[in-house]
Nanobody, 125 residues
Framework: QVEVKESGGGSVQAGGSLRLSCASS??????MSWFRQSPGKEREGVAI???????NYADSVKGRFTISKDNAKNTLFLQMTSLKPEDTAMYYC?????????????????????WGQGTQVTVSS
């Protein structure tokens, strides 16, 4: 059974940084990603990591966010820098049943079967 739990959210001023963590269990080579959802908006993929394919990011966060993973601890991270008010959202960690290369669109939320409860990030101007 896969379990996922995020932490590290909070409130920061624009230009600040936060580091999100996602502790997981029951995960081996599963595809893992970070998503976010703002009030009134659809959930969007933010970053994805795969041991064979590397990393990929949404255009809106490229150059500012970095996804990484500690395989020994089954923990996923999202380092967020130069935060903007538009980054304000609930951030979710998501795990699929298979490695990323199994999927045609690995950053589509329909790929993911296991979700954490989310951690809130609020960026003030």
């Amino acid at each position: 059974q896969v379990e996922v739990k995020e932490s590290g959210g909070g409130s920061v001023q624009a230009g600040g940084s936060l580091r999100l963590s996602c502790a997981s269990s029951g995960v081996r080579r599963n595809c893992m990603s970070w998503f976010r959802q703002s009030p009134g908006k659809e959930r969007e993929g933010v970053a994805i990591i795969d041991s064979d394919l590397g990393t990929n990011y949404a255009d809106s966060v490229k150059g500012r966010f970095t996804i990484s993973k500690d395989n020994a601890k089954n923990t996923l991270f999202l380092q967020m820098t130069s935060l903007k008010p538009e980054d304000t959202a609930m951030y979710y960690c998501a795990v699929a049943r298979r490695p990323c290369d199994f999927y045609t669109r690995a950053m589509s939320e329909t790929v993911y079967n296991y979700w954490g409860q989310g951690t809130q990030v609020t960026v003030s101007s």
